[in-house]
């Protein structure tokens, strides 16, 4: 079975800090996902990694995959109180028919 | 809005009551999920349809009870749960079934409450 842990599990820290989150596995993985989650509403897909040592940039926010293709991490640059959700990793296993998701980072930005 | 529309957005029942969660894709999808989310644990995947067969179901109990009229709609029909049950259920969509290239867009969500 394989599984993806996500760490740390809740963060709190102020507005203008800067973080980084953690998927981790010892399965490898096709490619892997980051979604964040909204209080009320459904996960929202915000990248999709698919090559060891990938890095992608969304705004303040950078990707990457491990060079192994078995973990992954976040991290957001000068963080705002928009940020504040539920960050989950999701990885496609071999073949890419199942999905595997992490439990999640809260994370929560104080203004 | 992610063109997934899931209702209702609240359910409170009780065990022994019938209901049903119903998600509506208008994104001209072919693959269709319902996901459990419950504290504290990942995503659990509940059951996949492709072009309306269903292709998987993940030793899901059998008081859940999935239904896919046509590739737009997706029923999820409940009845005799139990408190352990209580979780937010959400349905989703992607073009094709398989991750490679494919993303999933998620509904909103339905919040069960079992009573």
């Known amino acids: 079975t394989q599984l993806l842990e996500q760490s740390p599990q809740f963060l709190s820290i102020q507005e203008g800090e800067n973080l980084t989150v953690y998927c981790n596995s010892s399965?490898?993985?096709?490619?892997l996902q980051w979604y964040r989650q909204e209080p009320g509403e459904g996960p929202v897909l915000l990248v999709t990694v698919v090559t060891g040592g990938e890095v992608k940039k969304l705004k303040r926010l950078t990707f990457q995959f491990g060079d192994a293709r078995k973990d992954s991490s976040l991290h957001i640059t000068a963080a705002q109180p928009g940020d504040t959700g539920l960050y989950l990793c999701?990885?496609?296993?071999?073949?890419?028919?199942?999905?595997?998701f992490g439990q999640g980072t809260r994370l929560t930005i104080n203004p | 809005e992610t063109g997934v529309t899931q209702t209702p957005r609240h359910l409170v029942m009780g065990m022994t009551n019938k209901k049903s969660l119903k998600c509506e894709q208008h994104l001209g999808h072919n693959a269709m999920y319902w996901y459990k989310q419950s504290a504290k644990k990942p995503l659990e995947l509940m059951f996949v349809y492709s072009l309306e067969e269903r292709v998987e179901n993940n030793s899901v109990p059998s008081r859940f009870s999935p239904e896919c009229p046509n590739s737009s709609h997706l029923f999820l029909h409940l009845h005799t749960l139990q408190p352990e049950d209580s979780a937010l259920y959400l349905c989703a969509s992607s073009q094709d079934r398989g991750w490679t290239g494919n993303t999933i867009y998620f509904g909103e969500g339905s919040w069960l409450t079992v009573v």
């Open positions: 999701a990885g496609a296993g071999q073949g890419a028919q199942k999905l595997v």
């Open positions: 399965s490898v993985f096709s490619s």
